[in-house]
C-alpha cells in the first residue's frame, strides 16, 4: 500500500469523525441490551455526553462498576443514588460544581486537565495553534453541562 493513501484514508476517517461530533443529532439511537441484540432505543443528549465523559469510570448504568474503576485508588460514585444520599433532594448544583470544576475532586483531574478534557470548559478561541480545541461559548458549555445534570437527575432510584 503506498504510504500516502494510508495517510488519506486516515484523514478521510478522522474528518468523518469530526463531522459525525460536530453534527450532534437532537435524538440519537444507540443499540441497547446484551451483546448480541439489535434492539435500538433513543438515546438523549444527557445520554450521550455521560455515555462520552462518564461511563468509563461510573460505569453504563452509573452505578460506579465502569471498565476504569478498579484501577482507581477510590471507587467512583454510585450516581444512582445521590438524591437518596442527600435526604431526597437531587444535589443539582453540586453536580454542575463537579461537572464544571467549580469544586475539585482529584479523580476528575485538575482544572487545567480534566479527565474529559475541554468538554465543560468555556473557551473564547483556540488554545494553542495546531492542535487546539476549538472555541466553545458560555451557552454552549451551559447547555452540555444541563444536559448531562438532567440525565443524571432523571437515573435517580427512587
Given at each position: 500500500?503506498?504510504?500516502?493513501?494510508?495517510?488519506?484514508?486516515?484523514?478521510?476517517?478522522?474528518?468523518?469523525?469530526?463531522?459525525?461530533?460536530?453534527?450532534?443529532?437532537?435524538?440519537?439511537?444507540?443499540?441497547?441490551?446484551?451483546?448480541?441484540?439489535?434492539?435500538k432505543a433513543p438515546v438523549s443528549e444527557?445520554?450521550?455526553?455521560?455515555?462520552?465523559?462518564?461511563?468509563?469510570?461510573?460505569?453504563?448504568?452509573?452505578?460506579?462498576?465502569?471498565?476504569?474503576?478498579?484501577?482507581?485508588?477510590?471507587?467512583?460514585?454510585?450516581?444512582?443514588?445521590?438524591?437518596?444520599?442527600?435526604?431526597?433532594?437531587?444535589?443539582?448544583?453540586?453536580?454542575?460544581?463537579?461537572?464544571?470544576?467549580?469544586?475539585?475532586?482529584?479523580?476528575?483531574?485538575?482544572?487545567?486537565?480534566?479527565?474529559?478534557?475541554?468538554?465543560?470548559?468555556?473557551?473564547?478561541?483556540?488554545?494553542?495553534?495546531?492542535?487546539?480545541?476549538?472555541?466553545?461559548?458560555?451557552?454552549?458549555?451551559?447547555?452540555?453541562?444541563n444536559h448531562l445534570v438532567d440525565y443524571?437527575?432523571?437515573?435517580?432510584?427512587?
Amino acid at each position: 500500500m503506498r504510504p500516502g493513501f494510508r495517510v488519506g484514508v486516515s484523514f478521510a476517517y478522522v474528518a468523518l469523525g469530526a463531522w459525525l461530533l460536530c453534527s450532534r443529532p437532537t435524538t440519537v439511537y444507540a443499540q441497547t441490551g446484551i451483546a448480541g441484540s439489535a434492539s435500538k432505543a433513543p438515546v438523549s443528549e444527557g445520554e450521550l455526553e455521560f455515555r462520552l465523559y462518564c461511563s468509563q469510570c461510573h460505569g453504563m448504568e452509573a452505578t460506579g462498576n465502569g471498565p476504569v474503576a478498579r484501577a482507581l485508588k477510590t471507587r467512583p460514585a454510585n450516581l444512582r443514588t445521590l438524591t437518596k444520599k442527600h435526604g431526597g433532594v437531587f444535589p443539582e448544583q453540586e453536580i454542575r460544581d463537579f461537572i464544571d470544576g467549580t469544586k475539585e475532586m482529584a479523580a476528575h483531574g485538575a482544572r487545567e486537565m480534566p479527565i474529559w478534557g475541554f468538554a465543560f470548559q468555556y473557551r473564547g478561541g483556540p488554545v494553542g495553534e495546531i492542535h487546539a480545541p476549538p472555541a466553545a461559548s458560555k451557552e454552549e458549555v451551559d447547555q452540555r453541562i444541563n444536559h448531562l445534570v438532567d440525565y443524571i437527575k432523571s437515573i435517580q432510584n427512587p
